[in-house]
Each structure stands twice: as C-alpha cells, then as structure tokens.
C-alpha cells in the first residue's frame, strides 16, 4: 500500500497540483494583460464637480442679458441641459421624451412671456416655464440614478458572490455595499424632500443622489480588472476540486479492488500452509 502511493498516486496528484497551478496562473495573467490593452478612461470620471457645475450655472443664469425674473429658468434649463448631456453619455441614447416635452412646454411659455412682456401674464408665463424646466431637471436626473443602478446590478449578476468576496480580500464587496447604501438612501432622502424642501434644496437633494451613484459605478469600473481575474481563479480552482475529487476517487476505487487480493496474500503470511 505504501509503496503503491509513494510510486504511483502521489506523482500522479502531484502533477495534477503543479499543473492546475501553472493553468491559473497563465489565465489569470492573460486576463490581466487583456484588460491592460483594452483599459479606457472611466467615462464617469469625467463628470464635473457637482459644486463647479452648479457654480457654472448660476453664473450663467444671472448674466445681464436675462432678466431677474428669468434667472432661475435659465439655471435650470443650463442643468438640465448638463445632465441630459450626461446620460446620452453613459448610456449611449437619448433621453426619454418625457424630458423633451417638458423642455417643449417651458419653450411655449417663454414665447408667451415675450409675447405678453407688457401685460400681468408675462410673470406668470416665465413661472410655469420655470417649473418645467425643474420637472425636466429632476426627471434626467432620476434618470440617470436608475439607469445607473441598473447597469451596476447588471454587472454584478455576471459574477459569482464568493469570488466577489475575495477581491481584495474582501474589502472590495464592503466597499460596495456601503457606496449602495449611500446611493440608495440619498435617493430616498432626494424623494422624500421632493414636496416639502424649497426648489433649490429639492436640486441640490437629487444632485447629491446623483453624484452617490456616479461614485457607485466608478467604483464598480475601476475594479472591474481585479473582479474579472479573480473570477477565472475562482473558476480554475473549482474545477481544478472537481478534477482532483474525481482523480481520487478512481484511485481509490483501484486500491479497494485490490484490496481482496492483498487480504489473500497476507492470509498466506499468516498460514503458509
């Protein structure tokens, strides 16, 4: 028996060990030299500062060209008009028209101001074209929380939850969770004060969800190299198991099967008569 597993069964796991090592390490580092080629800047990091954005349009809004009446339109019109330039960039689409309708009925009623600049109803007209263009910048901005959640879930499904639990040792599925948990209760809060806080609050709220799921899906991209490799190791070593069981097994089936032959033989030792 000794000599059977010293000659036979322990090169053959041996092998069997160095061979599934060399395999992982080869795949584990063609990934890596894959993602080298194919790394491009992470399209999120190019999203402005929420502050410098907001800054840029409030500057915008109160040239002197406008009106006062006219200031807040214009610095939400200039926002949305950001953030729609924003999702065409995530997600490669337009819009949904519920966006373009709202811009179309804010349009018609600045017509209707000029029209009536002399007349009571000019005020009320840059009102309401007002409160479409926040209705439009609310909804982009919504917009582009879900589909960014939604592209993040997506992605995750693709991998298995134990081996996202060892990128990194595990810091990387802590991380994402807590940047989940800030993105979901910044939308929450963003819904919650939607009715109740002032206009400029109820902005400010859906920016900072915003910016909570754009910091979400960075995280997710730039990891996306370490997620993939660890991945494939993960894979190598369970079907290296699934091997390393099945090669056990049919040496021990091949030692049982001579196992009556051996009791024989030490029978014989025992009575050689």
Known sequence: ????????????????????????????????????????????????????VINKAKEYSERHVFEQKEHDFIYYHYLTKYYTAVFEAFFGTIPPIQIFNESRMALDHIIRAKEEEIKEGSAKNIDKATNHALRGLLDILKLNCVGLK??????????????????????????????????ETCMFKAK????????????????????????????????????????????????????FVIISGVIACYIWSKVPALIDYLRTLWHPG
């Open 1 to 52: 028996m000794r000599i059977f597993f010293r000659r036979i069964a322990m090169p053959i796991l041996s092998w069997l060990n160095s061979s599934l090592d060399r395999i992982n390490h080869f795949i584990v580092g063609y990934i890596f030299k894959i993602n080298q080629k194919l790394k491009v800047d992470n399209i999120g990091s190019f999203h402005a500062k929420s502050h410098d």
């Open 192 to 243: 919650l004060g939607e009715n109740g806080d002032t206009k400029t609050e109820v902005v400010n709220t859906f920016i900072h969800a915003f910016d909570a799921h754009n910091e979400w899906s960075q995280f997710q991209q730039e990891n996306h190299g370490e997620i993939v490799a660890m991945c494939a190791k993960y894979h190598i070593l369970r079907a290296g198991s699934f091997l």
């Open 150 to 183: 939604r592209n993040i879930q997506k992605e995750h499904k693709k991998y298995p939850s134990k081996a996202l639990g060892l990128v990194s040792n595990g810091d990387y599925i802590k991380k994402f969770v807590e940047l989940q948990n800030k993105a």
